[in-house]
Nanobody
């Protein structure tokens, strides 16, 4: 069983930045970030596979950057130029497979407890 612990959420004004971290208790394959706003489905934000190949949702391209420190088993999400529509609970996720295969929540084996990001206008 892999434990994922997120940190770094908070409240910022539009245009601001936040950096999320996700510490994993063991090495995993693909890792990613998802988010869920009240009344909406969970959606994929970004992921990175074992070869450091990244993918992003269209809504965050050019603003968010995902990275992974394999030595520390830690995943990051640098979020710049935040918008009110980025407000959501952000979840770290990991899967045993090395490839990511898209942003399907059912593909991921492990989930963190979530960290809240609130962006005010």
């Amino acid at each position: 069983q892999v434990q994922l612990v997120e940190s770094g959420g908070g409240s910022v004004q539009a245009g601001g930045s936040l950096r999320l971290s996700c510490a994993a208790s063991a090495d995993t394959g693909c890792m990613g970030w998802f988010r869920q706003a009240p009344g909406k489905e969970r959606e994929g934000v970004a992921n990175v596979n074992d070869r450091a190949i990244t993918a992003y949702a269209d809504s965050v391209k050019g603003r968010f950057t995902i990275s992974k420190d394999s030595a520390k088993n830690t995943l990051y999400l640098q979020m710049n130029n935040l918008k009110p529509e980025d407000t959501a609970m952000y979840y770290c996720a990991a899967r045993l497979a090395q490839h990511c295969g898209g942003f399907y929540p059912s593909n991921y084996n492990y989930w963190g407890q979530g960290t809240q990001v609130t962006v005010s206008s």
